[in-house]
């Protein structure tokens, strides 16, 4: 499982013109599996997100996590992450894991976040989204459960 995280002052999910989540500040997760991943990486990843020191204490240190700033997380599933570009011009998609997989573990993930006390708001599956996010720092990081 990898996932993109990015520190936000504000986030939107946009599908046919419709806003389908939206967050004030918190983290944008971008969401991808993998065939190898299970409900074990899955509680791995939320139980990472939601400890994640990367909010600024009083004393300007990224100390604090999501949880401890009582931010939100908006969380849109994309299979792009695994995206080979190695070879070519075109990404190849083999490492990412078909949908059918992939939705179960997804909403899991979601439901694990929501289970630590976050509020979770989230793209539409399967769906063309417009994501807007104002990024805070700029701080993104990428998360692997699996070296």
């Known amino acids: 499982m990898k996932v993109v995280v990015q520190r936000s002052k504000r986030a939107s999910v946009v599908v046919d013109g419709q806003t389908v989540g939206e967050i004030s500040s918190g983290l944008v997760l971008l969401v991808g599996v993998t065939h190898e991943d299970t409900e074990e990486d899955v509680r791995w990843m939320a139980d990472k997100v939601a400890g994640l020191r990367i909010f600024e204490d009083d004393s300007g240190k990224m100390n604090l996590s999501v949880t401890d700033t009582g931010g939100q997380i908006l969380s849109v599933s994309q299979f792009t992450l695994y995206g080979d570009c190695r070879k070519g011009r075109r990404p190849n998609f083999m490492a990412a894991a078909r949908p059918e997989q992939v939705e179960p ?43």
Do not use: W
């Open 105 to 147: 573990l997804y909403e899991k993930f979601n439901e694990a976040l929501r289970t630590a006390g976050l509020t979770v708001e989230t793209g539409r599956f399967g769906a063309m989204m417009d994501v807007s996010l104002v990024n805070d720092g700029p701080v993104t990081l990428i998360l692997e459960s699996r070296p």
